[in-house]
């Protein structure tokens, strides 16, 4: 088995998470955009904050239903979840989740860097070859994914748009930190300049 | 042969009302008659949960988006929630559970007792307000009682189905 190739190790990941994000979020439009604790959270906000971003704080292991939730709530609309390999991996049960649901408009877009650096760059379950794709894919996710080129990373984006999902894109990124840049903390002010984006009080 | 309790379709009623349209659960024999009337009604989306903490995540998406839902569970559900539960209290997110509980009347499983004996409690202090219903003929009236609250007033609500009410689960037919 080629572990670099599948299991996206850090000898695979040459993609920089600050030039993934801006990339998948060109042109959003009325993107609706959850981003996981920790770092996923400052490189999206690094790329510009948006009323139709929800950040989160704390609640680890929740973003992807959340995306989830929001997803049937608003069928028309397209929602890209942002978060990291950790995050994710304390949440996987809801791949199962989203793999019955079967969300046309939802994509989890990991940023597989198989460490944890909001907590000192310990290496995470990746490290060691466990492939979130392949969990995705067990799991019925037909749009489960590696991608390690920024061409792939663009023709994501493009599908993120054309409501092809439910994806699961495993961005294999590399572990390095980039400065910190932190948005509201505020869970109600996002909570509410969210839902007034899409008509609500 | 006991009838068939009215309090499940009561529920059913007052989600339909309160317009309930996500409904996230874990499989449980004390609210199979309400999952299954959820899963029939078009204008609901059941959702089946690995465990009860991704409904958390759930709901929170939904109010985000626009929809009100709720989260059916057991008691021993309760237990897998309590770190998601501070999306709830920091984003002000309206929540309703309905909690079938385990570990007290008639219980035959002492495994279910010591999460059920702090179930209300758990949930009282993670910031969740708790109504309890010992007879059927009460149901109905608490659960409209807590969907207002929780939906009217941005509140966490659990109303909590007591063992007794639910019935002495038949091992043996």
Known sequence: MDHARSGGGPAAARLKRREVVPALLHNRGDLLVVSGLGSACYDAFAAGDHPRNFYLWGAMGSAAMIGLGLALAQPEQQVLVITGDGEMLMGMGSLATIGVQQPANLTVAVLDNAHYSETGMQQ?????????????????????IDIHTMQEVAALRDQIHRGAGPILACIHVSP??????????DGV????????QLGFK | MTPTPRWPSQIHDVLKSSDVRQVGYVP????????????????M???VLTTEEEGIGLVTGAWI??????LLMQSSGVGNCVNQLSLIRVCRIPLLILVTMRGEFAEFNPWQVPMGS?????????GVTTYRAEHAEEVQELVQAAADLAFNGDLAVAVLLSQRLIGRKQWTK
């Open chain 2, 28 to 43: 449980d024999a004390g609210h199979a008659r309400l999952i299954t009337l959820c899963q029939e009604d078009p204008h």
């Open chain 1, 189 to 196: 002010y996002l909570k509410l300049r969210f839902r007034e």
């Open chain 1, 176 to 185: 390095e930190e980039d400065p910190r840049v932190l948005p509201s903390r």
């Open chain 1, 124 to 144: 995470s379950h990746t490290s060691a070859g466990t492939s979130l794709r392949a969990v995705a894919a067990g799991c019925g996710i037909g749009g489960a």
């Open chain 2, 118 to 126: 702090i179930t209300q409690q758990s949930l009282n202090l993670c």
């Open chain 2, 45 to 47: 989306r059941a959702v």
């Open chain 2, 65 to 70: 988006g626009g929809q009100r839902s709720t």
